[in-house]
């Protein structure tokens, strides 16, 4: 009985390994799909590298936008609000940007993108570790 709940355990834990990638989440961002990548999970204090894969109504890629990131934290006690922005550049197929987060907590994340003189946003939230 013992060893069925240590297979059980060991079971989950290479599942749970295998699950260990990047952070991913997909936003719309007007008729644009935004599928947000973060190489870290949980993203962290400091440097994360962030990607974003733009495609239109009609499934198609977008690689002709321009597209900023911009984060924040709320002000908390002894903490005015945070917000940092930075230019994502395209690489390859995706839009990609270093951002580093202050200190950990809960961070909204947008993704701006701006195409044809218009601007529109997918929006997220992160807990940092
Ligand atoms: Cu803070």
């Known amino acids: 009985m013992k060893r069925a709940v240590l297979a059980v355990m060991l ?6 390994t295998a699950a260990a990638k990047d952070y991913e989440v997909t936003k719309k961002a007007g008729d644009y799909t935004v599928v947000v990548k ?7 204090t400091g440097d994360n590298n962030l990607s974003a894969l733009i495609k239109d ?7 002709d936008a321009k597209v ?3 984060y924040t934290m709320a002000a908390m ?3 005015p609000a945070v917000k940092v922005k930075t230019d994502a550049v395209l690489k390859g197929s995706e839009y990609k940007a ?4 202050s200190m950990p907590g809960g961070w909204g994340v947008a993704v701006r993108i701006t ?4 601007a529109v946003q997918a929006k997220f939230s992160v807990d940092v570790r």
């Open 57 to 63: 109504a009609t499934g198609a890629e977008v690689k």
């Open 115 to 118: 195409r044809g003189g218009k």
């Open 11 to 16: 079971v989950l834990l290479v599942a749970g």
């Open 38 to 44: 973060i190489d870290r999970n949980p993203p962290i």
């Open 68 to 70: 900023a990131v911009e």
């Open 98 to 101: 270093k951002i580093n987060f």
């Open 77 to 79: 006690p002894g903490m």
